[in-house]
């Protein structure tokens, strides 16, 4: 198998793996698939204790010295968290409040406001972040829309931001006020997929070219050219994650593309799989290169800085498995797998730097 020129040496990752099942973030040091991790914290989320399995989204500022996790019950908390940039190691900075109970959180390229949004409500909320990187208090802009909200991303440029809206099968279009932190929906405020389908999570290219969008109970991936100048989005054929005997209800979860752009992964939680495209790098459309059964409701996973591996959450067996990506074909070999805890549902990656 291929594998990345980076010399094994130099890679000094930390790995954030939250499980809802108890609440808490277990900080990891791997630099491989085939390598056994390093456990080197576990800490529990404000509120945590009483998440009752529901999930627990992450997000790392765009400098990683920040890690922002919410519960999903009430109070509705997110805590912010220093990542030590020797170790990697969290501390609490402090807890919010967040106006709905949000399945994903993010935030602006300049890591100055957290974006979150609610499956309940239909809320979409702006919360500023403080020089010290606390949210603050109390949300700065919340906004109903739509119906039963999943997943929001921004643009390279800090100009556009994108929200899925599964029960209204739309992406609403937002522009941003950077310095504000302010959301206006653009001229075009929705872009309804006209293949069906509900969209769930949502990953750019690098380029910011094209977006990519699994489709919760469609079963597919929908495919989007990205305006350069409005941020606008136009729907390109999408392509399928079931086989073609399947006749069953999917369901789609997660999506991500190396970093270089090259080959996309998406996860579906009926037949428990990772499917595996290779991306047109002139015109973003998808191959499919191989379907990889994995962990029992593999409601997330990530891949490492380098693209050398992936590590692959199952909600049900509590277990991670990481998987060794060959650089020149994109496929999969499974390497390691290890228990992490009760209900694992989100994964970050940071890259701390070469060991001194």
């Known amino acids: 198998m291929a594998a990345n020129t980076a010399d094994r040496g130099e890679r000094n990752y930390r790995v954030y793996i939250s499980t809802a099942g108890d609440g808490t973030i277990t900080t990891l040091k791997m630099v491989s698939a085939s390598d056994e991790p390093q456990r080197l914290q576990t800490i529990l989320i404000a509120g945590g204790n009483s998440s009752g399995g529901l999930s627990t989204p992450m997000a790392v500022s765009p400098d990683q010295r920040r890690l922002y996790a919410a519960v999903r019950?009430?109070?509705?908390?997110?805590t912010s968290f220093a990542i030590d940039p020797a170790d990697g190691s969290l501390s609490v900075l402090g807890t919010a409040r967040l106006p709905a109970s949000t399945p994903y959180v993010a935030t602006?390229?300049?890591?100055r406001f957290l974006f979150s949004v609610a499956n309940i409500g239909a809320t979409l909320a702006v919360s500023a972040i403080d020089n010290q990187g606390r949210v603050e208090r109390y949300?700065?802009?919340v906004l109903h829309i739509g119906h039963k909200l999943h997943c929001i991303v921004v643009d390279a440029r800090n100009a556009h931001v994108y929200v899925s809206s599964t029960d209204d099968c739309a992406i609403h279009q937002f522009d941003l006020d950077a310095t504000m932190g302010r959301l206006v929906p653009?001229?075009?405020?929705?872009?309804?997929?006209?293949?069906?389908g509900d969209p769930r999570h949502m990953v750019f290219s690098p380029d910011g070219r094209f977006l990519y969008v699994t489709t919760e109970a469609g079963g597919r991936v929908a495919c989007f050219s990205v305006d350069a100048a409005s941020g606008c989005l136009a729907e390109l054929p999408d392509i399928a994650m079931m086989p073609g005997d399947f006749t069953g209800r999917p369901s789609t979860a997660d999506i991500h593309l190396t970093h270089d752009g090259r080959f996309l992964y998406a996860s579906e939680r009926v037949?428990?799989?990772i499917v595996v495209y290779s991306v047109?790098?002139?015109?973003g459309a998808l191959s499919r290169i191989e379907t990889v059964d994995t962990e029992g409701?593999?409601?997330?996973?990530a891949i490492a800085p380098d693209d050398s591996f992936m590590l692959v959450a199952g909600q049900d067996t509590g277990n991670i498995s990481a998987y060794a990506i060959d650089h020149d074909t994109g496929k999969l070999a499974k390497g390691v797998q290890f228990e992490i805890g009760p209900q694992p549902n989100w994964i970050e990656f940071i890259d701390l730097g070469a060991e001194q």
């Open 73 to 78: 019950n009430a109070p509705l908390p997110i």
């Open 139 to 141: 949300a700065c802009q």
């Open 108 to 111: 602006d390229r300049s890591g």
């Open 297 to 301: 409701v593999p409601r997330a996973f």
């Open 186 to 196: 653009c001229d075009t405020p929705i872009v309804t997929l006209n293949a069906g």
């Open 280 to 283: 047109d790098q002139s015109t």
């Open 271 to 273: 037949l428990n799989t």
